[in-house]
């Protein structure tokens, strides 16, 4: 499975953004897909999860504020960032799991400005 995200950028908080992620396969027949973030000097987070059955998680400190969906016509994995906080500033990643094995995307810059 391959991965690539987009749609990072700078952002003033309180603003939002939508990172999407394209995938190399049906993205409905993937185990879990999500989004995970590093931020500098941090391990890397899970941020939320999408399983094949359609069941989110969200970690709770962007519950509320993040949405998770996946694009049946694009075969695309999306994050809808609102209410952004200068503590959301990380490299956002987006993952497959299938089978037991993780897929990586490249990773995009999400920085907010306070």
């Known amino acids: 499975v391959q991965l690539q995200a987009s749609g990072g950028g700078l952002v003033q908080a309180g603003g939002s953004l939508r990172l999407s992620c394209a995938v190399s396969r049906n993205i409905f027949s993937i185990d879990n897909t999500g989004w995970y973030r590093q931020a500098p000097g941090k391990q890397r987070e899970m941020v939320a999860t999408i399983a094949r059955n359609g069941i989110r998680k969200y970690t709770d400190s962007v519950q509320g504020r993040f949405t998770i969906s996946r694009d049946i016509a694009k075969n695309t994995l999306n994050l809808q960032m609102n209410s952004l906080k200068p503590e959301d500033t990380a490299v956002y990643f987006c993952?497959?799991?299938?089978?037991?094995?993780?897929?990586w995307g490249q990773g995009t810059l999400v920085t907010v400005s306070s």
């Open positions: 993952n497959a799991n299938d089978n037991g094995i993780n897929y």
